[in-house]
């Protein structure tokens, strides 16, 4: 069973707006941090945007900070990340992640998160 179920991708102009949503299987949601990392072809999966259980706490790549935002519902038990003014080089299959250790930080750190979901593509054009 899927811990972790993306959804929200697809094919967008440049300059154009997506949120992405992440959606946990398991009760303990909101303790733990969240991220969206992304992978884009040929490429190695890069930090995009994280945030603490609570949501108080939000990290950002340099690569994205004023044009998304990183937030969570916990009663939903859902994660978003919501994308403005989209470039080409946003394309990419976004995964969300949760954190290794309950209480734990929003970190940048790959090696810090162990449950993935399947990812949602992002295709952006123009």
């Known amino acids: 069973q899927e811990q972790l179920v993306e959804s929200g991708g697809g094919l967008v102009q440049a300059g154009g707006s997506l949120r992405l949503s992440c959606v946990a299987q398991f009760r303990t949601f909101d303790w733990y941090a969240m991220a969206w990392f992304r992978q884009a072809p040929g490429e190695g999966r890069e930090f995009v945007a994280a945030?603490?259980?609570?949501?108080?706490?939000?990290v950002y790549a340099d690569s994205v900070k004023g044009r998304s935002t990183i937030s969570r519902d916990n009663d939903k038990r859902t994660v978003y990340l919501q994308m403005n003014a989209l470039k080409s080089e946003d394309t990419a299959i976004y995964y969300c992640?949760?954190?290794?250790?309950?209480?734990?930080?929003?970190?940048?750190?790959?090696?810090?998160?162990?449950?993935w979901g399947q990812g949602t593509r992002v295709t952006v054009s123009g």
């Open positions: 992640a949760a954190a290794v250790t309950p209480g734990a930080a929003p970190s940048r750190a790959e090696v810090q998160y162990n449950t």
């Open positions: 945030i603490d259980g609570r949501g108080d706490w939000t």
